[in-house]
């Protein structure tokens, strides 16, 4: 009997600690322009998508970040028409943004080609309500020339990105940050695939360093999501509003109700708000100094 492959997940080998997942089977590998990417089933959480040996997306666990990463900052905008994605190569985000009728406009801008690609036959669930939509532009860039370069202004921006290794690097950076708030609306915000806390204290804090010499208000909130191991997720949050991040729990609710209560699995108000509600040790790793 064939012995059954374990693919590692090895972002927390300097750790000294790797997560193995037992593969029942590879339905797309390849090494991209930019990344090494494999995508297989697996018997708990379903499709998985590794890239560069770091977990990307689960079908079991995807709506915790997807929905937390979107519906935070559309609803605590208000009034959000001008949205852009950077990263997010599954569109899971995506479908998620364009549940949105308000949203006039949603533009993603993705550096790897090969990851829509593989995503339109393999994460169809995502890809077939976003990439007919006439609301969603698609620009294959690296993120960075796109907000140093573009004349649009966007209302929120959502940086769904890799890790800060390879082709991400770069949009953990002061000057990315600066680059994006300089195509922003006024009183837009910016959220941000933070890292886990725990495990990676540094990646946020540096973040929420640069996002606090920008911005008016820098912080982060959290969600629990199982696939990326170590405890909170953090959101970074950046706004020249610092209202934002305070909007009452009764006014979410208001605004989740006009936006027609399209159906979710994790985000509510009441989550909403809680999750800026950090536990001490983030908080106090995040502390202005
Ligand atoms: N949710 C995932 C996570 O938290 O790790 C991220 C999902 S999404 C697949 C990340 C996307 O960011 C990938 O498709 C990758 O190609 C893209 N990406 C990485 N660096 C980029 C850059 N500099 N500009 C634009 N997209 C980038």
């Known amino acids: 009997m064939a012995?059954?492959?374990?693919?590692?997940?090895?972002?927390?080998?300097?750790l000294g600690f790797r997560m193995s997942y037992a593969v029942e089977r590879?339905?797309?590998?390849?090494?991209?322009?930019?990344?090494?990417?494999?995508?297989?089933d697996h018997k708990f959480f379903g499709k998985m998508l590794m890239l560069d040996g770091a977990t990307q997306v689960t079908t079991r666990d995807e709506f915790i970040y997807h929905e937390m990463m979107t519906h935070v900052p559309i609803l605590a905008h208000g009034r959000a028409r001008e949205v852009l994605i950077v990263g997010g190569g599954d569109c899971g985000i995506a479908e998620e943004v364009l549940k949105h009728k308000s949203v006039a406009r949603l533009t993603q801008v993705e550096i790897d080609?090969?990851?829509?690609?593989?995503?339109?036959?393999?994460?169809?669930?995502?890809?077939?309500?976003?990439?007919?939509?006439?609301?969603?532009?698609?620009?294959?860039?690296?993120?960075?020339?796109?907000?140093?370069?573009?004349?649009?202004?966007?209302?929120v921006i959502i940086v769904d990105s890799t890790d800060p290794q390879g082709p991400g690097k770069v949009l953990f950076t002061r000057k990315f940050y600066a680059a994006c708030k300089r195509c922003m609306t006024a009183g837009g915000v910016m959220v941000t695939q933070n890292g886990v806390p725990f495990l990676q204290p540094a990646e946020l804090v540096a973040s929420v360093g640069h996002f606090r010499k920008l911005f008016a208000d820098g912080g982060c909130y959290v969600a629990s999501i199982p696939t990326y191991v170590g405890?909170?997720?953090?959101?970074?949050?950046?706004?020249?509003?610092?209202?934002?991040r305070a909007v009452p729990v009764k006014t979410i609710a208001e605004r989740y109700k006009r936006a027609g209560r399209f159906p979710t699995r994790y985000w509510t108000p009441e989550v909403h708000c809680a999750a800026f509600a950090l536990p001490r040790f983030i908080a106090e790793a995040i502390a202005k100094r």
Do not use: C
């Open 113 to 155: 080609a090969s990851v829509v690609e593989f995503s339109k036959e393999h994460f169809r669930e995502f890809t077939r309500p976003v990439l007919g939509n006439k609301r969603f532009d698609l620009v294959i860039d690296d993120g960075m020339n796109f907000v140093a370069e573009t004349d649009r202004r966007f209302d």
């Open 3 to 14: 012995t059954k492959r374990w693919i590692p997940e090895t972002l927390f080998e300097a």
């Open 231 to 244: 405890g909170h997720m953090a959101m970074g949050w950046a706004s020249d509003n610092a209202r934002l």
């Open 26 to 40: 590879v339905l797309y590998e390849m090494q991209t322009e930019h990344q090494h990417l494999v995508l297989f």
